[in-house]
């Protein structure tokens, strides 16, 4: 089967820095990617791994290990506006590289 | 550049009544279209993907359909709603799939059943 696991809810603070993991199991791998979303909105692509190794993007980084079938999304100097839902995301195998997502982790960032 | 634009943005319909939403994609040719359903507390399922016209694959059994009548325009339609059929419906594009490519998704409608 498929599967795609991410907290439900992380809370942190103005400033800091938090780390939203995602672990997956699925047919097949051709890359993970990360997808902000706020309330009411639609996803908006962050990032995209598909070899190991930490993939930074200004005061956000992702991290993938396809051995341990894992990623993390990293996010630094949170700000207000970072207040959202996070998606992980796998490409899995099959002709047509369609994306499996996880159910999101809701991030409230408080001052 | 590449946009996305769906529409209506929010809908009130009926049970058993009919539904159609409109997609079109300006910007790029021949590209992979995909409509994702959103329910509440769950995860974005991936309802249906088209690689051309008039191809389109289903994803999960449903009482809804999709058409890709134009390269760039994508309609998923029902002929009669359910009160399960309520949620946030996106669409989204891609071009023809190599690795790396991203999903780019529209703004969204929402659509409550009653």
């Known amino acids: 089967g498929q599967n795609i696991d991410q907290p439900t809810e992380m809370t942190a603070t103005e400033g800091a820095i938090v780390q939203i993991n995602c672990t997956y199991q699925?047919?097949?791998?051709?890359?993970l990617f990360w997808y902000q979303q706020h309330a009411g909105e639609a996803p908006t692509f962050l990032s995209y791994n598909v070899l190991d190794g930490l993939e930074e993007k200004g005061r956000f980084s992702s991290f993938l290990s396809r051995s341990k079938g894992y990623s993390y999304l990293l996010l630094k100097e949170l700000q207000m506006k970072d207040s959202a839902s996070y998606l992980c995301a796998v490409r899995g195998g099959g002709s047509q590289g369609n994306l499996i997502f996880g159910k999101g982790t809701k991030l409230s960032v408080k001052p | 550049s590449q946009t996305i634009h769906q529409w209506p943005a929010t809908l009130v319909q009926p049970v058993g009544s009919p539904l159609s939403l409109e997609c079109t994609v300006e910007?790029?040719?021949?590209?992979?279209l995909y409509w994702y359903r959103q329910a509440a507390g769950r995860g974005l399922q991936l309802l249906f993907y088209?690689?051309?016209?008039?191809?389109i694959s289903s994803e999960v059994p449903q009482n809804l359909s999709a058409s890709r009548p134009q390269d760039r325009q994508f309609i998923l339609s029902s002929k009669k709603l359910l009160l399960s059929d309520s949620g946030f419906y996106l669409c989204?594009?891609?071009?023809?799939?190599?690795?790396?490519?991203?999903?780019?998704f529209g703004e969204g409608s929402w659509l409550t059943v009653v």
């Open positions: 989204a594009w891609s071009v023809r799939w190599t690795f790396g490519n991203t999903i780019y």
């Open positions: 910007g790029t040719s021949n590209p992979n």
């Open positions: 699925t047919s097949g791998f051709n890359g």
């Open positions: 088209s690689v051309g016209i008039g191809q």
